[in-house]
């Protein structure tokens, strides 16, 4: 598995090398620009300005930046990336570590749109939600062994908790996130013995996660409630009752 991240994280690399390329810079070495005046040659958006800072940081731990006193020059490592041999490798590596495909794939969708992403001709929800579909990102949050992991430990710690609490008191649940429901999957069936009141909230900040949620888990369980929650904001504005 290691070596496998290690083979995912450099050919990732690469794929957002090439995808600056796309914009017309990074072809060579000794380039040099100022972080600032880069945004405004290649047209970056402010909604993504985060995102561009945080891409030329991976460019530069990946070794194919230099930054010194706020320049950045490209280094010896930089040359030109060629599509066709980064999807050839996105191939091997997905046949070679299975359990990476949803990662590789993930990678793929997202930063070959980044050109147009960080440009602002399409936005990044539309990239990886197109048509409103969660397949690109369900397996990063189940179905891999890693991810499955943790999704057991953590319906473990669940379980235990109700185990001990007893069947007194209504258990009430609240999941932040929920996303896809990777690891509501997970906790519901570890809570399938429990024979007390049980009221589980599955929320998320976007409305078509929850929708999702219960399309996907409201006729199993109709113990479960599922509402849009943002948890940086008061919860109380949003309907919540305080200490329930």
Excluded at 10 to 24: A, C, N
Excluded at 30 to 37: D, F, K
Aim: glycine content about 12%.
């Amino acid at each position: 598995m290691r070596s496998g991240f290690e083979q995912l994280l450099d050919w990732s690399e690469r794929l957002l090398l090439y995808s600056f390329q796309q914009l017309g810079v990074f072809q060579g070495t000794g380039e040099t620009y100022t972080a600032i005046g880069l945004k405004s040659r290649l047209g970056i958006i402010e909604e993504y300005s985060r995102l561009y800072d945080a891409l030329l940081d991976i460019l530069v731990g990946a070794g194919y930046l230099e930054l010194s006193e706020g320049t950045l020059q490209t280094s010896k490592r930089v040359s030109v990336q060629s599509l066709s041999r980064l999807s050839e490798e996105h191939t091997s590596l997905s046949g070679t570590h299975s359990s990476l495909s949803s990662y590789a794939a993930l990678v793929w969708q997202c930063v070959t749109h980044y050109p147009d992403i960080l440009t602002g001709k399409v936005t990044a929800v539309s990239v990886m939600f197109p048509d409103g579909s969660k397949t690109l990102v369900e397996g990063i949050y189940k179905g891999n062994p890693l991810v499955d992991h943790y999704n057991e430990l953590v319906a473990g710690l669940v379980k235990d908790y109700a185990s001990r609490r007893g069947h007194e008191k209504p258990l009430h649940i609240l999941e932040v996130g929920a996303g896809t429901g990777g690891t509501s999957k997970f906790v519901l069936e570890a809570l399938s013995g429990f024979g007390g009141e049980l009221e589980y909230h599955y929320t998320d900040i976007s409305g078509s996660f929850t929708a999702y949620g219960k399309d996907t888990y409201g006729s199993r369980y109709p113990f479960m409630q599922f509402s849009v929650l943002n948890a940086e904001t008061d919860p109380l504005s949003q309907g919540y009752e305080s200490g329930s």
